[in-house]
């Protein structure tokens, strides 16, 4: 197997930072322009620039350069957390940060036992494993700002075909792809994989087209109105739910967030709902004894 020795090198300090502030940048738009639907492509850039963030002379430096981008990345989308928990929130941002860290500390790994050509054929892999584990497979279950979330409006997309992580795993295929034309990685099996990787994308798109093609008539638009709110007192709920629905008068469904409730739904928001007949979704607490419950959306 050849690599350029160029492709296999360390990432020093200015070329580390560099990738950072530009995985940094296309993430945050990816996100900040979602009704830009073409602006889930950023995400590509995201994974191409992060990718190479791995490749550093020791696992704590690959680590710890997957913790600042992932930190970077909560703390801009997830910037309310701050008026919510105060300086507390920054915990919260590093519990996602660690999940890119270990993304790289374990490519790290890959890249320096099996070689660069090989680790980004894993890179894909790695990414939705850490994607799905940090969003299902834990207690707290963090599964925001997922990469394929960025996609979700994006036209002629695969995202209901493929799933969330589906498309993560695509969009980090793709980088890893586009990461060994660039260094000119040209072993002959990464050669065959990148052909192969062309043609099973171009084949499960068409499919999805078709699928998309053949349900189209069947398709209708739900409109939800969702509305922010921690233990609100009771009596300001509805005053809250009639100034959005004079905004979304045409909104079904209104969807409260959790733990709006401390306990079950009164019967001021029964009310509110068979006077403008509307549906709403509300968290709250399930009661079973004094000290136990369930986290339930009413």
Not at 228 to 240: C, L, S
């Amino acid at each position: 197997m050849k690599i350029l020795k160029s492709s296999a090198e360390p990432a020093g300090w200015k070329k580390s930072f560099l990738c950072l502030i530009l995985a940094a940048v296309c993430f945050q738009l990816a996100y900040a322009l979602a009704r830009v639907p073409v602006a889930g492509l950023l995400m590509f850039g995201y994974a191409y620039f992060l990718i190479p963030l791995a490749n550093q002379p020791t696992v704590r430096r690959a680590f710890y350069f997957g913790l600042a981008a992932g930190f970077v990345d909560a703390a801009g989308q997830a910037f309310f957390f701050a008026k919510i928990f105060g300086v507390a929130a920054a915990v919260l941002w590093i519990v996602f940060a660690f999940w890119i860290g270990l993304f790289a500390a374990i490519s790290f790994g890959c890249m320096r036992r099996w070689g660069m050509a090989r680790a980004l054929c894993l890179v894909p892999i790695l990414w939705t494993g850490t994607e799905y584990f940090r969003s299902e497979l834990y207690y707290l279950r963090f599964s925001w700002l997922n990469a394929g979330y960025a996609f979700s409006d994006f036209p002629m997309t695969p995202f209901h075909f493929w799933g969330m992580y589906g498309v993560g795993f695509v969009v980090f295929t793709i980088a890893a792809a586009l990461i060994c034309v660039s260094n000119r990685i040209t072993t002959l099996w990464m050669i065959r994989f990148i052909k192969g990787l062309i043609a099973l994308i171009a084949f499960l798109w068409l499919f999805q087209l078709l699928m998309t093609v053949e349900t189209r008539p069947g398709l209708t638009t739900l409109k939800l109105t969702g509305i922010q709110m921690e233990f609100p007192p009771e009596k300001v709920i509805p005053r809250v739910l009639d100034e959005a629905y004079a905004k979304n008068t045409n909104a079904p469904v209104f969807v409260l967030s959790e733990y709006t409730l401390d306990g079950g739904v009164p019967d001021s928001l029964k009310d509110w709902c068979r006077e403008h007949s509307r549906f709403l979704v509300v968290g709250g607490k399930d009661i079973v004894t004094n000290d136990v419950y369930y986290d339930t959306a009413f």
